[in-house]
């Protein structure tokens, strides 16, 4: 991905955008891009999705789930500034969990257990869509690869995070009878660190991208971001609604294919 | 991709297959999922596509190509073995040129001329799906990453390739008014390169991979392959037959879409 960098004519010769400008520019990108907009979510907030859809969904995610503290680590493993990093390893700690903190991907997996995956089918990906994989693949790579204010900027897709998660809870409790409490609790953290997330990597991205050049990267960087996040709902609907089921991946038990949700 | 080599327990354990049982793995892979049996591909040959579609195959397929001397270069970067890395380099000058010898990619940007496409845009790679970014830099990735043998492995895709690239060019010079000889020239140059290049990597493969662990990561390096392949497809297929174009990515002009091949 490294090509990111060209195909901006002439950015270097442009004055920086104000801040104000700058800002504006990265969250067009998720007004007009963010996974929040694709079909499959619709779907899987409204209820309209099969359990074995649902589960389609949860064990694909998974493999970005379990991409995130790689990229954190990647990101740290290359940071000189020790105050950056002891800010940014509590991402870490929030996912892979610490002490009696579980963490989120084990949140993650109370969600799979509650959709009646098997755990270790799961955690071994082995049945997730390659689609999936090449774009969580691809995320780890861009954060160890880009100059590390592009970086950050990836994350920033947070900042349009809490909007679609207090959808998902309320439409997935509200409309499917195999869906509680305790499954959502990924979902119900996230409403919290998030923001948290992001708010600190806003900061870093205004303050530390002063060239339009480097603006422009991370805005760059907001769109590779919501690419990554559109492919996996893309490769979900054309496998799993249009029945383009690739070989060797997941392919949910008949029974699971007529639990519908309440509103299906 | 590094978890490639989980998920096989017990592995090491087996005896190693014979070679004539390893070489009947390596090839079943290509007889179950080898993107010659993708929808996409039928319709590509058959003449079912506009040339819009086309188009956006062609597009999105340079991004493949324009890989290919990257993951070459990468592998060569990392061996030690001088007559391994004198063999290896003809893949480079295969696909970049050399000297009066122009390459596979600029007979790839013949066919895309020959298309009507612009050519800053389709070298841009700006408009190509994120699917097929994605799932060609995880192929670069993954040649940097895995031991050596797995990464000679990934190229053995090429033992089907002169079976698709026939079809191809039969199938497309009959079917469609706007392909001639001319553009067809890259896949008539692979079918005397591709099983060359086979030939050698397969040799290499069987010989240096000796454990029944290596000789499945093998196996499992030419179906992460085929995925590479099979994702570009399904995600043309989504995009282009199904409707469903990504934002921001290449949407045909309307008159390419009422230029069908002659069996449309």
């Known amino acids: 991905m490294n090509e990111m960098l060209i195909n901006r004519p002439n950015a270097a010769l442009l004055a920086p955008w104000s801040r104000a400008d700058f800002e504006a520019a990265i969250r067009a990108v ?59 390893v509590h991402r870490l700690l929030d996912h892979d969990g610490y002490g009696d903190e579980v963490g989120g991907i084990e949140r993650w997996l109370a969600l799979t257990d509650g959709l009646g995956l098997d755990r ?31 970086a950050v900027a990836s994350s920033l897709t947070e900042l349009f995070a809490p909007k679609i998660h207090t959808e998902r809870i309320s439409g997935m409790l509200e409309n499917y009878d195999f869906i509680d409490d305790g499954v959502m609790a990924y979902f119900k953290r996230r409403l919290t660190q998030a923001p948290r997330d992001s708010d600190f990597a806003l900061a870093y991205v205004l303050a530390h991208a002063r060239t339009r050049d480097e603006q422009e990267a991370c805005v760059d960087a907001v769109r590779f971001k919501c690419n990554v996040l559109w492919v996996q709902c893309d490769a979900l609907y054309h496998a799993y609604i249009n029945g383009n089921v690739p070989p060797g991946t997941f392919r949910p038990a008949p029974e699971t294919l007529t639990i519908f949700g309440r509103s299906a």
């Not at 969904?57 to 020790?82: E, H, M, T």
């Not at 799961?122 to 954060?143: D, G, Q």
Request: aromatic content about 12%.
């Open 30 to 88: 998720g007004a007009e891009r963010y996974h929040d907009k694709h079909p499959w979510h619709h779907l899987l907030h409204g209820g309209k999705l099969n359990m074995g859809q649902v589960q389609a969904w949860a064990l694909n995610r998974f493999c970005y789930q379990s991409a995130v503290p790689r990229k954190d680590a990647a990101f740290i493993g290359r940071v000189l500034d020790r105050e950056l990093r002891r800010e940014w």
């Open 120 to 150: 270790e089918m799961v955690i071994s990906m082995r049945y997730a869509l390659p689609a999936t994989r090449f774009a969580v693949e691809s995320y780890v790579t861009f954060v160890r690869e880009q100059p590390l204010v592009v």
